[in-house]
């Protein structure tokens, strides 16, 4: 079974704090996805990786940063974090099999900024 | 810019009803059209998808789709509803010549009632 592991299910952060998320996926899965999840509006794309060091925006990505140095992890960083970003934070992987991959996803990280 | 419908948001159904859920897509190139769950608590799931032949696609759980190319449409449907597939249920589309993310609909919140 394909594993994608988010580091925290539940965070609470100080405003103007530097926030790290960790996802792992263990299937050697070449694309790694940051989502971001709010009620009506679905699932959001804040950064998306295709290989290692690769990293490209969503469709979100202000006061959101990305890092990918192994294969298996991609993290999400909020740099100053802010009470609007407080949300549910999905991460997912995918192989790089062209149109008809479906993506895998973790439990998702519920972040407050308080 | 390529956008994914969901027309209905909230779906309250009692047990034995039938259902039908929409997903329009606004792109008119070749598609691969995805249907996932989210039960509460649990981590974003594959119910189903579409990427060539037969457009009546069967998922898990009694689950059946409909692409329609001429409505750019792939909405999903079951016969009888049970108390357990109360859940959120998004739709999501990868284009072709795209990068191979999934886009996702707004999502829509089913409640089952016994």
């Known amino acids: 079974d394909v594993k994608v592991t988010q580091s925290s299910r539940y965070l609470v952060k100080r405003t103007g704090e530097k926030v790290f998320l960790e996802c792992v996926q263990d299937?050697?899965?070449?694309?790694m996805f940051w989502y971001r999840q709010d009620p009506g509006l679905g699932l959001r794309l804040i950064y998306f990786?295709?290989?290692?060091?690769?990293?490209e925006k969503g469709d979100i990505p202000e006061g959101y940063s990305v890092s990918r140095e192994k294969k298996e992890r991609f993290s999400l960083i909020l740099e100053s974090a802010s009470t609007n970003q407080t949300s549910m934070y999905l991460c997912?992987?995918?192989?790089?099999?062209?149109?008809?991959?479906?993506?895998?996803f973790g439990q998702g990280t519920r972040l407050t900024v308080v | 810019a390529q956008s994914v419908s969901q027309h209905n948001h909230h779906v309250i159904l009692s047990e034995a009803a039938s259902l039908e859920l929409g997903c329009n897509y606004s792109?008119?190139?070749?598609?691969?059209l995805f249907w996932y769950v989210q039960y509460p608590g649990q981590h974003l799931q594959l119910l189903l998808k579409?990427?060539?032949?037969?457009?009546l696609v069967k998922g898990i759980k009694g689950f059946e789709a409909e692409f329609i190319k001429s409505k750019f449409s792939f909405n999903l449907r079951k016969p009888s509803v049970q108390w357990s597939d109360t859940a959120e249920y998004f739709c999501?589309?990868?284009?072709?010549?795209?990068?191979?993310?999934?886009?996702f609909g707004r999502g829509t919140s089913l409640i089952v009632h016994p």
């Open positions: 997912a992987s995918s192989t790089y099999g062209g149109m008809n991959t479906e993506a895998f």
């Open positions: 579409y990427f060539s032949g037969d457009p």
């Open positions: 990786s295709y290989d290692v060091k690769m990293k």
């Open positions: 792109y008119g190139g070749t598609v691969n």
């Open positions: 299937m050697d899965h070449e694309n």
């Open positions: 999501a589309v990868i284009r072709s010549g795209g990068s191979y993310i999934p886009t």
